[in-house]
């Protein structure tokens, strides 16, 4: 049972346009959702995240978006560069009713994101 | 120094004998993280210890997958009678509590059973 579902198996973009990457999950409880960037032979580095009371969460070029009701989430990288090329990761995590993390992240299976010169 | 280390970066084993993986969090981060990724697919939870206990580990696959964290800062995966199915990329990670997952990941052991 896939709980946190990346479709697009890959994405190609021309440098300085906007890369759109997106996530679906299923499970309700979760209100903690993370971006992480990997590339190969090293750990996934942390991007963004966002808390399940917002919609949007901006750092630089990168912008998370929630949609609550349809429980999808998306990436924007504006403008493209080479260097972000890299599997990206979605990740959500739930919290228990007193307000701690459940500690663990739910993962997808990755979008490999190439941006071209 | 400033990450997650792992060590070692590669372990290649045969069928049956007994592996131990080494993580050292980030100095300070009370929270450490157990993760198993293979090929095609997104990082896969095991364990979760909060200082020296292990607060979830729901995540082990069966009995032959043990993890420890004595004093609250390193921690080692123990696969005993290993099968060529555990073959895969061990990721550690820690954080600073646990509270709100930004989990900081080190590069990973990749275990390769024959």
């Known amino acids: 049972d896939q709980q946190v579902k990346q479709n697009s198996p890959s994405l190609s973009v021309q440098e300085g346009r906007i890369s759109i990457l997106n996530c679906d999950y299923t499970n309700s409880m979760f209100d903690y959702f993370l971006w992480y960037k990997k590339y190969p032979a090293e750990g996934p580095t942390f991007l963004i995240s966002?808390?399940?009371?917002?919609d949007k969460n901006e750092d630089g070029r990168f912008t998370v978006f929630l949609n609550k009701s349809a429980k999808h989430l998306s990436l924007h990288i504006v403008p493209s560069q080479p260097g972000d090329s890299a599997v990206y990761f979605c990740?959500?995590?739930?919290?228990?009713?007193?307000?701690?993390?459940?500690?663990?992240?739910?993962f997808g299976q990755g979008t490999i994101l190439t941006v071209h010169p | 120094g400033a990450g997650v280390s792992q060590t070692p970066s590669n372990k290649v084993t045969e069928k049956g004998k007994y592996v131990e993986l080494r993580c050292d969090p980030i100095?300070?981060?009370?929270?450490l993280y157990w993760y198993r990724q293979s090929l095609g697919q997104g990082p896969e939870f095991l364990i979760y210890?909060?200082?020296?206990?292990?607060?979830?580990d729901s995540g082990l696959p069966n009995d032959r997958f043990f993890a420890v964290r004595p004093e609250g800062s390193v921690s080692t995966l123990k696969i005993q009678r290993t099968e060529r199915g555990d073959s895969a990329v061990y990721l550690c990670?820690?954080?600073?509590?646990?509270?709100?997952?930004?989990?900081?990941f080190g590069p990973g052991t990749r275990l390769t059973v024959l």
């Open positions: 966002i808390s399940s009371i917002k």
């Open positions: 990670a820690s954080s600073f509590d646990g509270r709100y997952n930004e989990q900081f």
């Open positions: 210890f909060q200082g020296t206990g292990a607060a979830d």
């Open positions: 100095s300070g981060h009370t929270a």
């Open positions: 990740a959500a995590s739930s919290v228990n009713a007193g307000g701690t993390s459940y500690g663990k992240l739910t």
